[in-house]
């Protein structure tokens, strides 16, 4: 198994991880009575932060699936997981890490160095695209 199949592994667990974590956060508020079974919003706009933010946090990881995860599935798909296996898994690590601190804060510095996460992951998807556009459009 390449980092590029870990990585993308890794990512959709991650989302599985927190879809699963925002169904037990809701089950528990029901349990509680403190929200309604049929009175969230996808967004988790009105939840308490928490879990607002956890809403966000998984809704971020699959908004950011269609290019992270299309990269590697193209890269995969055509034999050239070896343009994305070296920095494969430290998206994953800049992903994770955004979530993370998303979860904890949202104050002025956790948004920032949630940004910078962020910024890690495009800088790396758009490396990824020079080198497949390189090799597919220059004839390799």
Known sequence: MNDTIIGLLGYITWILVLLVWIAV???????????????????????????????????????SFAFIGGLMLLALATNSAVITNGLALLLLAARLAQSITHLISTNVLAVQVRFGFFLVQVGICFYWVFLLLSKFMGGN
């Not at 029901?30 to 996808?42: D, R, S």
């Open 25 to 63: 956060y809701r089950t528990l508020l029901v349990a509680k009575k403190e929200q309604a079974v049929n009175g969230f919003k996808a967004d988790g706009s009105n939840s308490p932060p928490f879990g607002e933010r956890l809403a966000r946090a998984q809704g971020n990881c699959v908004e």
